[in-house]
């Protein structure tokens, strides 16, 4: 239990100095240690495999290319200076649409922490320590979220490309011919 | 104290010097062996043939000025060799290097020769790795030099494109084996077939032991893959501001990643501590055979090879290494389908 409220504690403060914090590149390095206290969170639940895969997939991959970017873009700072004088109801659409988002999350975090009073009960440990069972239950039960959620990565792949193929279609100086 | 848990601490300990050895060692090999292959002499002045270079490096390293850059981002830049030491070294724990014993009958059951006995072991090998870019990555943003950004850039990218195929080649192995844990995978090549021949995976995958060893040598920076270090176009790359102890963390991360891609790929492809001749309470000398081996290579690779240039590093990853990667797991996995191993 010790452990619980350690890795806890350490995903939630660290999720939190994520936004409020100006350098992004410490907002990086701690939503990794967020990851990281997570995936011991697994381990505690005896999933090793989902726990190793967090750390693969979030903080291994996913974060080296959000690392890459900013290093790119070299920003050492956030530029809010102009946005912060704006009253918080009158500022632009990517706030109002921000908040849309996290008054459903809260709503969604509300309804599954009323509802998994009632009717959870105990899961077996085989189910989620077990590699062969996970990956049967992905592939049958899942397999629909499943497929969906590889499409939706398709999506952003797409959308990359088309991104970075658009300067050479319209013969900008910065794109090399192919 | 149960005398389980004093010997595990044995082991813990044991595993921690030799690692710290074996990065001395092969710097000392490293250099005789480049002497040999350019008809020089090498380090032959401090101990008998050099052998006390290395510990004659380390305490100059230490006598050195700690030196940072006046806008270095002074937190990132001393965590950077703190984060790349430490995945090195926790990447080792996970590896088992000989059969289980019960040390002279004084355990009352035999515990495995490892560290940590972890049922994903190959994964946890592969997470430590995706983690130890960034100890790279943040050296090279946080010594705000333009050499040491560059070189941190290119080594992540570098990195993100040999992992793929690194992993694609372990995946095609775990087919074989049918197991996540190396434990399972070495012993899942014991025997021979016709008496003659190991069962060792190699015979099984050797495009996939190319493939692993390739991107094995790219993630851990050597030659032909350094370009994070190249040093004709950037000084010394991501570690051009690190002086003292900060630049030996560096240094002994890059050697012992050496060792312990050299050990996985020995578990994986190489039969582990499984070989004729010795009985299987001294199977870790065959261990310790194979690794040698295969760093011999690393060196030897070195010394011989120019570097790539970086786009051709970029297009062999992605247009030659990771199609050649798939077609393989593709293979494999119809085999174990077909055949059923």
């Known amino acids: 239990m010790t452990f619980f409220?350690?890795?806890?504690?350490?995903?939630?403060?660290?999720?939190?100095?994520?936004?409020?914090?100006?350098?992004p590149i410490y907002s990086v390095l701690l939503l990794i240690a967020s990851f990281g206290a997570l995936s011991g969170l697994y381990v505690l639940l005896d999933a090793p495999f989902v726990a190793v895969t967090q750390i693969i997939v979030y903080a291994g991959a996913i974060m080296v290319l959000f690392l890459f970017v900013v290093m790119l873009l070299n920003?050492?700072?956030?530029?809010t200076e102009h946005d912060e004088k704006v009253h918080l109801l009158r500022r632009p659409g990517p706030v109002w649409f921000g908040g849309v988002l996290a008054a459903a999350l809260v709503v969604e975090l509300l309804w599954a922490l009323t509802r998994a009073g009632s009717d959870s009960g105990p899961f077996s440990v085989e189910a989620v320590s077990s590699v062969r069972t996970l990956g049967r239950v992905l592939f049958t039960e899942y397999a629909f979220p499943f497929e969906v959620t590889s499409v939706l990565i398709l999506v952003a792949m797409v959308g990359a490309v088309v991104l970075a193929k658009r300067d050479s279609r319209s013969g900008g100086p910065s794109a090399p011919p192919v | 104290m149960t005398p389980l848990l004093i010997a595990q601490l044995v082991v813990l300990v044991v595993v921690?010097?030799?690692?710290?050895?074996?990065?001395?060692?092969?710097?000392?090999?490293?250099?005789?062996?480049?002497?040999?292959?350019?008809?020089?002499r090498g380090p032959i002045l401090v101990g008998w043939q050099g052998l006390l270079q290395p510990f004659a490096d380390v305490i100059k390293l230490m006598f050195k000025e700690e030196l940072r850059p006046k806008a270095a981002d002074w937190f990132l830049f001393a965590l950077a060799p703190i984060i790349s030491a430490t995945c090195a070294f926790s990447a080792f724990a996970v590896v088992p290097f000989g059969a289980s014993t019960s040390f002279f009958g004084l355990l009352d059951e035999p515990m495995k020769l490892q560290v940590a006995d972890v049922n994903v072991a190959v994964l946890v090998i592969f997470a430590i790795a995706s983690m130890g870019v960034y100890g790279i990555v943040l050296a090279g943003w946080s010594s705000n030099s333009k050499y040491s950004l560059l070189g941190g850039l290119r080594s992540s990218a570098q990195m993100i494109s040999y992992e793929l195929s690194y992993g694609l080649a372990l995946a095609a192995v775990l087919l074989l084996g049918n197991s996540l844990s190396l434990t399972d995978l070495v012993n899942a090549q014991a025997g021979s077939w016709f008496h003659v021949i190991p069962r060792w995976f190699v015979f099984l995958q050797p495009l996939g032991f190319l493939i692993f060893m390739t991107a094995g040598v790219a993630e851990t920076n050597r030659a032909p893959f350094d370009f994070p270090e190249a040093e004709q176009e950037l000084v010394a790359g991501y570690h051009t501001e690190y002086s003292s102890m900060s630049?030996?963390?560096?240094?002994?991360?890059?050697?012992?990643?050496?060792?312990?891609?050299?050990?996985?790929?020995?578990?994986?492809?190489?039969?582990?501590?499984?070989?004729?001749?010795?009985?299987?309470?001294?199977?870790?000398i065959w261990f310790l055979i194979k690794v040698a081996a295969l760093l011999f290579f690393y060196v030897w690779m070195r010394w011989t090879l120019p570097r790539y240039r970086y786009d051709q590093l970029m297009a062999f990853g992605w247009k030659i290494l990771l199609p050649l990667a798939?077609?393989?797991?593709?293979?494999?996995a119809a085999g174990v389908l077909y055949f059923g191993v």
């Not at chain 2, 798939?326 to 494999?332: E, I, Q, S």
Request: glycine share 6%; charged share 10%.
């Open chain 1, 75 to 79: 920003a050492p700072h956030e530029e």
């Open chain 2, 326 to 332: 798939v077609v393989n797991l593709l293979a494999t």
């Open chain 2, 16 to 40: 921690f010097h030799a690692l710290l050895l074996g990065a001395a060692a092969m710097v000392w090999v490293e250099r005789w062996l480049a002497a040999a292959l350019q008809q020089r």
């Open chain 2, 247 to 284: 630049f030996a963390m560096f240094f002994l991360a890059e050697y012992i990643n050496m060792v312990t891609v050299s050990a996985v790929a020995t578990d994986l492809f190489l039969g582990g501590w499984h070989g004729p001749l010795l009985p299987a309470s001294l199977g870790w």
């Open chain 1, 5 to 23: 409220y350690l890795f806890a504690a350490v995903a939630v403060v660290a999720s939190l100095l994520v936004i409020a914090q100006r350098n």
